[in-house]
């Protein structure tokens, strides 16, 4: 059975979000990660998605429209998601990192801004939230970004964050990584 890092992190979410929960999407790009929490919150839960670019949010609106699901859209960086929301109210935040599939693939996540949005996330979780985050490098997007962020995760305080990695090691061509950040 191949499992992709879509599949992959959601089987890891689905320990964290549950009915109730409030969420966001901080990269919404086509919509998928958005439905997928939507469906975790259910009926009394919120998610929230943020992206740059209008398309994505096009997408992803008609995405949640055809499955019954209902979110907040933010024509708006991720990195100014503090602005929306108090600290500590947050259950889990997902970012794919890179650029909007289908999409220009000038216009891509870029290491400053994202770090800030981490930063901003980590503020936002509530005790025993998760970030999770799939870091897309190589070919256009280049290794850049991939490595100041691992490197900003890596001066996380271990009192506060448990942080993970994972990767495909048998997968050519720079395959994703996840990586999930786990507020004690």
């Not at 949010?57 to 503090?82: F, I, P, V, W």
């Not at 490098?137 to 942080?163: P, Q, R």
Request: hydrophobic fraction near 35%; aromatic fraction near 10%.
């Amino acid at each position: 059975m191949r499992i992709s890092i879509v599949d992959w992190t959601h089987q890891f979410l689905k320990q964290y979000v549950k009915e109730g929960d409030i969420c966001i999407d901080a990269t919404v790009g086509n919509g998928g990660d958005m439905l997928f929490l939507a469906e975790q919150v259910g009926k009394t839960g919120k998610v929230y998605g943020f992206d740059i670019q209008p398309l994505a949010l096009d997408h992803t609106r008609e995405k949640m429209q055809k499955h019954h699901q209902s979110g907040e859209l933010y024509l708006d960086s991720h990195a100014n998601m503090s602005q929306y929301f108090e600290e500590e109210s947050i259950q889990a935040i997902v970012f794919n990192l890179g650029y909007l599939p289908g999409g220009d693939h000038a216009l891509a996540t870029k290491a400053e801004s994202t770090i800030e949005a981490i930063d901003c996330g980590l503020k936002l979780l509530k005790t025993g939230g998760v970030i999770s985050l799939c870091i897309y490098s190589g070919g256009d997007s280049g290794f850049d970004e991939k490595e100041a962020v691992l490197a900003y995760l890596k001066t996380l305080d271990h009192k506060k964050y448990s942080v993970i990695t994972n990767e495909f090691l048998n997968k050519p061509n720079n395959p994703p990584m996840p990586v999930f950040i786990m507020k004690a």
